[in-house]
């Protein structure tokens, strides 16, 4: 129940677009939660692209880039991209230290 | 003793949950340096990555209820020193966990890109391990603005 409230709230889905609100911090004890909501949503076929929201998120560390890099494998399959939105300095440090800007489409917060 | 000298030692199980629980430590304990907000987060990823590394390379998943990590920190002056270590299986080749991308649990979206991390974020990064024994990681860095205020104050 507490799951399906957890669902509804982070996870939605507008036309082919799976937009995920990430928590305030992601390691690797939040990682897993998220990436098998989001690969249930994807093989049920709710969407093709993943668009993760980091407009709250203010610790990352590379267990984000696992959960990143591993949705990008899958929606490349079908034929879908991965978006990063509202990412700040700390993330984007993170998401190009890892070479991630060269799958995916990352879009910084204004004062970046 | 020396005012500019602080440590502290705590133990946890290995557990995920405590990756937060360390790292917010360590963030408490390096606040009397006044470090940057980049500094923190700097600090704050290099020790999530080894605590997670200790828990899920270290203990894996086949893990007994006493198993342990230790976190120790000491401040010198303007420099934070952090040591992490587990009792778990230890790393046959050092230099090759080192490399970038380089992991041995891809099954778990691991990225490879702990111990990458773990040297850009800080200034120096020593790991000793021992196949069976464990693994003893051993993180160096100077906090900037600390003698930058201090000069400033005399």
Request: aromatic share 8%; hydrophobic share 40%; net charge negative.
């Amino acid at each position: 129940m507490e799951n399906m409230e957890k669902m509804e709230q982070y996870f939605k889905v507008i036309d082919n677009y799976l937009m995920v609100k990430l928590p305030e911090e992601i390691d690797h004890h939040q990682a897993g939660y998220i990436s098998k909501s989001v690969d249930k949503l994807l093989l049920e076929g709710r969407a093709n692209s993943v668009v993760f929201d980091f407009e709250a998120t203010r610790f990352m560390d590379s267990s984000g880039i696992g959960l990143i890099a591993g949705r990008y494998k899958k929606v490349v399959c079908f034929d879908g991209k991965v978006y990063a939105i509202n990412v700040d300095k700390h993330i984007k440090r993170i998401l190009y230290m890892s070479g991630l800007d060269k799958m995916i489409e990352i879009v910084c917060k204004e004062k970046n | 003793m020396d005012g500019k000298m602080n440590r502290m030692k705590m133990e946890f199980r290995a557990l995920s949950a405590n990756e937060s629980l360390a790292r917010m430590t360590v963030a408490a304990f390096m606040t009397p340096l006044n470090p940057t907000l980049e500094e923190i987060s700097d600090v704050k990823t290099a020790v999530s990555e080894a605590v997670t590394n200790a828990i899920i390379h270290g203990y894996g998943e086949d893990r007994e209820s006493d198993e342990m990590v230790e976190m120790s920190c000491y401040i010198e002056k303007d420099v934070l020193h952090v040591t992490i270590s587990d009792e778990g299986v230890g790393i046959e080749n050092v230099d090759k966990a080192m490399e970038p991308l380089y992991t041995t649990k891809p099954e778990l979206e691991r990225s490879g890109m702990g111990f990458s991390f773990m040297e850009a974020f800080m200034d120096e990064l020593s790991v000793e391990s021992e196949p069976g024994k464990g693994t003893k990681v051993h993180m160096i860095k100077k906090i900037g603005l600390a003698s930058w205020m201090e000069k400033e104050e005399d």
